[in-house]
């Protein structure tokens, strides 16, 4: 059944919740929405525009979660986690590169304290136990700033991050065989995140590496369900592999895009899902605070 926005207005207080013409063209404008689909009423009797089943169910739930946060940010991985899990027939790709586009640059401007105490965390997880206060402060600044400027530098980071991973110089790889963390590969992905992120916000991806990304994380949150349970037992990296959970894959929805794009045009497998839960951590928890 199609609807007219008069329709998911009316729909909307039904349920309880408000919405006005004006958020569905804002929410449209910011891909939290899909555009209406436009056809004419006849000769001389305008236009006509309808949104159909999905996308009303998808403004419901959107509309539902958007009184438990403070901004639209963390909403904009809803129409993304959809379009993930149930592809175009529920969401278009279209619709998915301006969600993308404006969650990308919405963590530029989050909260910054938010963000500074989600890079400590971030931080603690990769520090080895003997790491010093002022290295592990030193890493968390300088990824917060390349975070939020988009200015990646990868030997900065390399360097801050290799005295927080091996402060001793003695251990350059530690971890599962199949996971090795180290400062250099660590460096190498954040690195590889922000030339993804650039090329969102350029909106230069092709149609098919969209579509190839998607395919991708399908395969890769499987892989990962099923390498986590023996990952998470290595005593020096285990805690950074939480386990799987339904909630979580929603929030982090457009940082696994991110990251799965990136993974198909630089032609690396990500079958394990390793470090693409490990950016998890450090990519949308570290800009966006829950709330």
């Not at 290595?234 to 929805?253: L, R």
């Not at 993974?263 to 899902?273: E, P």
Request: charged fraction near 25%.
């Amino acid at each position: 059944m199609p609807y007219t926005s008069d329709e998911l207005i009316q729909t909307a207080r039904d349920a309880g919740l408000l919405l006005t013409k004006s958020r569905i063209r804002d929410w449209v404008q910011v891909g939290l929405l899909g555009h209406p689909f436009r056809r004419g009423r006849g000769r001389g009797k305008g236009i006509i525009a309808t949104w159909p089943d999905n996308q009303m169910r998808l403004l419901l739930t959107t509309l539902r979660q958007r009184q438990t946060v403070r901004t639209i940010t963390p909403l904009l991985n809803i129409p993304v986690w959809v379009w993930l899990r149930l592809g175009d027939e529920h969401v278009s790709q279209a619709q998915v590169r301006r969600a993308l586009a404006s969650w990308t640059k919405k963590t530029r401007v989050s909260d910054q304290l938010g963000a500074e105490r989600a890079a400590r965390r971030l931080v603690g997880k990769l520090a080895a136990p003997q790491a010093r206060r002022a290295t592990k402060k030193r890493l968390a600044t300088e990824l917060l700033w390349q975070q939020i400027t988009i200015v990646y530098d990868p030997e900065a980071l390399m360097v801050a991050a290799r005295a927080v991973v091996d402060p001793s110089g003695s251990h350059p790889e530690r971890g599962p065989v199949s996971a090795p963390l180290s400062a250099e590969r660590y460096s190498a992905i954040m690195a590889a995140r922000g030339q993804a992120i650039s090329a969102i916000v350029a909106n230069s991806i092709g149609p098919e590496v969209f579509e190839a990304a998607r395919s991708r994380y399908v395969s890769s949150r499987a892989g990962y369900a099923i390498e986590q349970p023996q990952l998470s037992r290595d005593p020096s990296t285990g805690h950074i592999f939480d386990p799987v959970d339904a909630q979580n894959e929603v929030t982090t929805a457009c940082n696994d895009l991110v990251i799965e794009y990136w993974s198909v045009d630089i032609g690396q497998s990500s079958t394990i899902g390793t470090w693409r839960r490990a950016l998890n951590v450090c990519g949308e928890r570290m800009l966006i605070p829950n709330r």
